[in-house]
Antibody, heavy 121, light 110 residues
Framework: ELQLVESGGGLVQPGGSLRLSCAAS????????MNWVRQAPGKGLEWVSY????????YYADSVKGRLTISRNNAKNSLYLQMNSLRAEDTAVYYC??????????????WGQGTLVTVSS | QSVLTQPPSVSGAPGQRVTISCTGS?????????VHWYQQLPGTAPKLLIY???NRPSGVPDRFSGSKSGTSASLAISGLQAEDEADYYC??????????FGGGTKLTVL
């Protein structure tokens, strides 16, 4: 069964750091691009970042550029999001989502259950 | 403000047909990039409903259909059912090197 399981969320103070992980199983992880998408409480979906299957192509939303870093370890079937200099507006549920085998324009066909990040003093 | 514009809400009675629009520009939908649609039930993760403008993943009922024309796309739901009550989002790609979502549309089944 295909699964994406996020972890690492929690409460952090403004300016702090957090590292999210997404454990993938049930499919050839190294063949797919991956995305992080977030959803602030009561708000819509916001794309955060994309990484290609081999990590050669990486994109970020302007709102997180320079503060958040996406990475992956295909040997461990894992996706990561290193979050630094966190702000209150980063408070959201963070989802990892499987992209396609073609590129960043593909849809996201599987999503994890999400992990909540709360930035507050 | 979202790059892709959706109506905040739509409604319909059981059995009726509703459409949800997604309006972009020449740098995203109009540039030829595919549009995808997601359904998000309360308290759950989004689910892919339509990919590549008009394709349904396995398991999605054929009551759901997508179309695209020019700088806009639409999701149509026919034979409306109570279980269709959810938030719906469109997604595409923009020449600014970013994935873009619509602001979401809340569907109410009357």
């Amino acid at each position: 069964e295909l699964q994406l399981v996020e972890s690492g969320g929690g409460l952090v103070q403004p300016g702090g750091s957090l590292r999210l992980s997404c454990a993938a199983s049930g499919f050839p992880f190294s063949s797919y691009g991956m995305n992080w998408v977030r959803q602030a409480p009561g708000k819509g979906l916001e794309w955060v970042s994309y990484i290609s299957s081999g990590s050669y192509t990486i994109y970020y939303a302007d709102s997180v550029k320079g503060r958040l870093t996406i990475s992956r370890n295909n040997a461990k079937n894992s996706l990561y999001l290193q979050m630094n200099s966190l702000r209150a507006e980063d408070t959201a549920v963070y989802y990892c989502a499987r992209g396609g085998m073609v590129g960043v324009t593909d849809g996201n066909d599987y999503w994890g259950q999400g992990t909540l990040v709360t930035v507050s003093s | 403000q979202s790059v892709l514009t959706q109506p905040p809400s739509v409604s319909g009675a059981p059995g009726q047909r509703v459409t949800i629009s997604c309006t972009g520009s020449g740098s995203n939908i109009g540039a030829g990039y595919d549009v995808h649609w997601y359904q998000q039930l309360p308290g759950t993760a989004p689910k892919l409903l339509i990919y590549g403008n008009n394709n349904r993943p396995s398991g999605v009922p054929d009551r759901f259909s997508g179309s695209k024309s020019g700088t806009s796309a639409s999701l149509a739901i026919s034979g409306l059912q109570a279980e269709d009550e959810a938030d719906y989002y469109c997604q595409s790609y923009d020449n600014s090197l970013s994935v873009v979502f619509g602001g979401g549309t809340k569907l109410t089944v009357l």
